[in-house]
């Protein structure tokens, strides 16, 4: 089983920085993506940015310029740096992992149970 363990979310005022921590923890041969969704209040959950192992990221364009996003491998961790937030950031951070559970199955993707981050203006 694969458990992605989020951290770092809290309160922080406009144009302020955060950073939030994810460790994929458990037992698998291999993880290929991991990144980061949020939900805010009244909305749908949205992708926020994406790793691949060889470190190719993706951002959606809303917090493009604003968060970066970094893999450290061998300890199937990712940080999300975010600076210049906004109330719009506020919202619950979600940690997903794709990863391989065992040599007979394909990938999988898992999800943290999310972290808090709240904007003040």
């Known amino acids: 089983q694969v458990q992605p363990v989020e951290s770092g979310g809290g309160l922080v005022q406009a144009g302020g920085s955060l950073k939030l921590t994810c460790v994929a923890s458990g037992t698998f041969y291999d993880l290929n993506v991991m990144g980061w969704h949020r939900q805010a209040p009244g909305k749908q959950r949205e992708l926020v940015a994406t790793?691949?192992?060889?470190?190719?990221?993706h951002y959606a364009d809303s917090v493009k310029g604003r968060f970066i996003l970094s893999w450290n491998g061998p300890k199937n961790t990712v940080y999300l740096q975010m600076s210049s937030l906004s109330s719009d950031d506020t919202a619950v951070y979600y940690c997903n992992a794709n990863a391989l559970p065992d040599r007979a199955s394909g990938y999988v993707s898992y999800w943290g149970q999310g972290t808090q981050v709240t904007v003040s203006s």
């Open positions: 790793i691949t192992s060889d470190g190719t990221t």
